[in-house]
């Protein structure tokens, strides 16, 4: 796990050299030197300018990070505001999304509904018969043969 952010701050530090001075200027020095203290340098990684930065192959957490710094450092109040009302939206969706795939009621319901159809399928009784019936069930059949 800590190879994978050493490379994504190797990357990340890539990718800031190809922003304006301002720009970046506008990150904490704090975390410029973090980024460059935990970096892997033996990681390969060389941006292209002449690429979409879609297509520059930043591994998952490279994309976090410098979508953290956008947000902190870059974006305009109005960007933020609109950035946290999409991440509002988002949480909501996922919420509604995890209330129907864990809907209590539902869960039990089928489940029970399954559970009840495979053993009248089968037979069975709900009832699960003591271990005692079934001896005397057994004896009382090998009498009767």
């Given at each position: 796990m800590e190879q994978e952010y050493e490379d994504a701050y190797n990357e990340v530090l890539e990718v800031l050299k190809y922003i304006p001075k301002e720009d970046y200027e506008k990150i904490p020095k704090k975390i410029i030197s973090l980024f460059e203290n935990y970096r892997n340098e033996?990681?390969?990684?060389?941006?292209?300018?002449?690429?979409?930065?879609?297509?520059?192959?930043?591994?998952?957490?490279?994309?976090?990070?410098?979508?953290?710094?956008?947000?902190?450092?870059?974006?305009?109040?109005?960007?933020?505001?609109?950035?946290?009302?999409?991440?509002?939206?988002?949480?909501k969706y996922i919420d509604i999304e995890k209330r129907k795939k864990y809907n209590v009621n539902e869960i039990f319901n089928n489940k029970n509904e399954k559970f009840i159809k495979g053993l009248q399928e089968n037979n069975y009784s709900i009832v699960k018969e003591k271990w005692y019936h079934k001896l005397i069930r057994r004896i009382l059949h090998v009498k009767k043969e």
């Open positions: 033996k990681n390969s990684f060389q941006y292209n300018a002449g690429v979409s930065f879609d297509k520059q192959g930043l591994s998952q957490n490279a994309k976090i990070i410098l979508s953290i710094i956008y947000r902190s450092c870059w974006a305009t109040e109005k960007e933020k505001n609109d950035i946290a009302k999409r991440e509002k939206q988002r949480l």
